[in-house]
């Protein structure tokens, strides 16, 4: 089996970059544009996996060798050139259409998802996004993902039961194809480039979830932030953190219990370290019905949640409250607040509709989450003309 080198990349002359307007099968296209160098090794998924894992492309898990074959018919289903760079990692390595493809055929990903993988890289490869510190770090952090529009059942994206982790969709794959990148394209390797000191699961597969629109009071999150239809936030995650509240009955009582259950000192959000943050919650679409029925504005939402995510200053030992004190972060009141404003307090409805919970996803800290639309092809061939 054969699994890449091939001539310099080429197309036609005077055909945009952005738009591959044929269909050109696995086998059928004029010019060569696959660059990634070839290896030959049995077809085989054990015997793949194995030269994986001594080479420093796998993560440990079974992966499909990404053959020319392969690579071709996932980039034949979609329009776009190989060549094309999505975005830079942080030693500026380019991060083309094709390195994306060849670790999405090694995760199992299916070629209707490229356009997700595609924008949830180009959110990460955002300056803002500071994926440099996300991934060098020693703590666990790892991109976590939130999708919305129709995609989300196109995907099969899950944003009910158990939609951060566990559910068989094919939103693992998805996930696994984004860490992949991040293992074969942004170099994150622990112990070398990466100095977190006990990582994370998500570091395998990520998180991607939906968000559950048709159960949300609110508007979604993307148009939220100002990108409707088809899209994706990636935010950055320390891990997830379940919050239970079997007892309140109001609206006030499960936002007062949220907001204290994301404040803890050890988080992020409270580091001398870290001197902005984002908190990233979600709420079960029945909590998110008690809230809404008096409190209709989610802004005001965020609002309350964030007046209850705080720690008194003086709760702090003395030498991290001396640090946070000249950062200006003990406010009048004498309270440390997760987040600098109430709009940093990121509110999304997910989960099922067992009991009533909410998901807290604390943030690395000076990284920001960013909102990207899904390409189309007629976005693409409007970009063309």
Same mark, same amino acid.
């Given at each position: 089996?054969?699994?890449?080198?091939?001539?310099? &990349?080429?197309?036609?002359?005077?055909?945009?970059?952005?738009?591959?307007?044929? $269909?050109?099968?696995?086998?059928?296209?004029?010019?060569?544009?696959?660059? &990634?160098?070839?290896?030959?090794?049995?077809?085989?998924?054990?015997?793949?996996?194995?030269?994986?894992?001594?080479?420093?492309?796998?993560? *440990?898990?079974p992966l499909v060798p990404p053959t020319e074959n392969r690579v071709r018919a996932f980039l034949s289903e979609n329009h776009r050139y190989p060549d094309k760079v999505i975005g830079r990692m942080p030693d500026s390595t380019e991060c083309t259409v094709e390195k994306i493809v060849v670790n999405a055929v090694m995760a199992g990903a299916r070629p209707e998802s490229l356009e997700l993988i595609i924008a949830a890289l180009e959110g990460v490869t955002q300056p803002d996004f500071e994926l440099y510190?996300? /991934?060098?770090?020693?703590? &666990?952090?790892?991109?976590?993902?939130?999708? /919305?529009?129709?995609?989300?059942?196109?995907? $099969?994206?899950?944003? &009910?039961y158990g939609c951060a982790g566990g559910v068989a969709t094919q939103a693992n794959?998805?996930?696994?194809?984004?860490?992949?990148?991040?293992?074969?394209?942004?170099?994150?390797?622990? *112990?070398?480039?990466?100095?977190?000191?006990? *990582?994370?699961?998500?570091?395998?597969?990520s998180i991607v979830m939906g968000e559950f629109e048709e159960r949300s009071p609110w508007a979604p999150l993307a148009e939220r932030r100002g990108v409707s239809g088809n899209a994706v936030t990636?935010? /950055?995650?320390?891990?997830?953190? /379940?919050?239970?509240?079997?007892?309140?009955?109001?609206?006030?009582?499960?936002?007062?219990?949220?907001?204290?259950?994301v404040a803890y000192p050890a988080a992020n959000c409270f580091s001398p370290a870290m001197e902005y943050s984002e908190m990233y919650i979600g709420i079960n679409p029945i909590c998110a019905d008690l809230i809404a029925r008096e409190i209709s504005n989610i802004e005001d939402v965020q609002e309350a949640i964030w007046k209850f995510a705080k720690l008194p200053?003086?709760?702090?030992?003395?030498?991290?409250?001396?640090?946070?004190?000249?950062?200006?972060?003990?406010?009048? $009141? *004498?309270?440390?607040?997760?987040?600098?404003?109430p709009k940093d307090i990121i509110l999304f409805v997910a989960g099922g509709l067992g009991g009533l919970h909410a998901l807290g996803l604390h943030s690395f800290g000076s990284s920001l989450a960013q909102t990207r639309a899904l390409a189309t092809v007629d976005a693409k061939a409007t970009q063309a003309a």
């Open positions: 089996m054969t699994i890449h080198k091939i001539r310099p &990349s080429g197309r036609p002359a005077n055909v945009p970059h952005t738009l591959v307007s044929h $269909d050109c099968g696995p086998e059928a296209c004029e010019i060569d544009w696959l660059v &990634s160098d070839r290896v030959e090794v049995d077809d085989d998924i054990s015997a793949f996996t194995s030269l994986s894992l001594e080479q420093g492309w796998g993560d *440990g898990l510190g996300v /991934n060098a770090t020693t703590a &666990s952090v790892y991109p976590a993902f939130v999708v /919305n529009g129709p995609i989300r059942k196109e995907l $099969d994206i899950p944003c &009910s794959a998805i996930g696994r194809a984004i860490r992949l990148v991040m293992r074969n394209v942004a170099g994150q390797v622990a *112990g070398v480039t990466s100095q977190t000191t006990f *990582g994370s699961p998500g570091r395998l597969a990636a935010m /950055n995650t320390m891990g997830t953190m /379940n919050i239970l509240d079997t007892t309140s009955t109001g609206a006030m009582a499960f936002i007062e219990m949220i907001g204290k259950s200053g003086d709760w702090l030992q003395e030498h991290h409250r001396v640090q946070v004190e000249a950062q200006g972060r003990i406010r009048e $009141d *004498g309270f440390i607040y997760a987040t600098p404003e």
